[in-house]
């Protein structure tokens, strides 16, 4: 059991409560089985998931930040989606953090991308002219978009050290001449340099489809 599990297990049970709100019939209003909210309530299971926040968030006629605060809502509605990690120019074992710990979204992402659309942190400079530091980018896998990266998008890219550790990092995708290379756009000395685009070391992964900088709370 987290903690991050068990404080998500209170702010439902406050919720129910407040609401008057019973495991089993709310389940079955959502058209999940009784089995889903009783299992997570009882510690059986650590993490509901996103598809299973929104249907017991419509069933109840509210936002799904109302049943959990760390879901945060973006105005315009979409879909439902999860902060699954960060990007920057560290070196890690990996850029995602346990899902236990994601923070869930509703954010406005195309149709398509619904499903398998999600978001990264970004927790350094090298991009702060577009993506200033905190902000989130939300983000496709390269195999679910029908093309291929373009001049001028922002994508995310990995490369792995001789240790093992993989850096994932955000850069705008530049063609100059023949070469193309990974661009930060940042007024921040330590990333000026521009990193050649090279297949055999660094490849691109993620393409970025928009972004949201969430505005510090006094």
Request: aromatic residues 10%; charged residues 20%.
């Amino acid at each position: 059991m987290t903690n991050d599990a068990e404080k998500r297990r209170e702010r439902l049970r406050v919720f129910m409560a407040k609401n008057n709100l019973k495991a089993g019939p709310w389940a079955k209003a959502a058209g999940l089985s009784e089995n889903v909210l009783y299992n997570f309530l009882n510690g059986h299971n650590d993490t509901l998931s996103l598809e299973t926040y929104s249907k017991l968030a419509a069933a109840a006629n509210v936002p799904p930040w109302q049943i959990d605060s760390s879901i945060v809502t973006i105005p315009s509605g979409g879909s439902l989606t999860a902060v699954v990690g960060s990007v920057s120019d560290d070196w890690k074992e990996d850029f995602r953090e346990p899902s236990d710990q994601w923070q869930l979204l509703t954010v406005p992402l195309p149709m398509q991308y619904a499903e398998t659309g999600f978001a990264l942190r970004v927790v350094d400079r090298s991009m702060e002219s577009v993506f200033p530091l905190n902000s989130l980018i939300f983000c496709i896998d390269l195999s679910d978009t029908p093309r291929q990266p373009r001049n001028g998008d922002r994508v995310v890219a990995q490369r792995t050290n001789a240790d093992g550790l993989v850096q994932t990092f955000c850069r705008e995708l530049r063609f100059l001449g023949s070469q193309q290379w990974l661009w930060p756009v940042s007024d921040d000395a330590a990333f000026k340099e521009p990193l050649p685009f090279n297949d055999s070391d660094t490849r691109i992964v993620f393409l970025v489809i928009s972004s949201y900088q969430p505005e510090p709370l006094i």
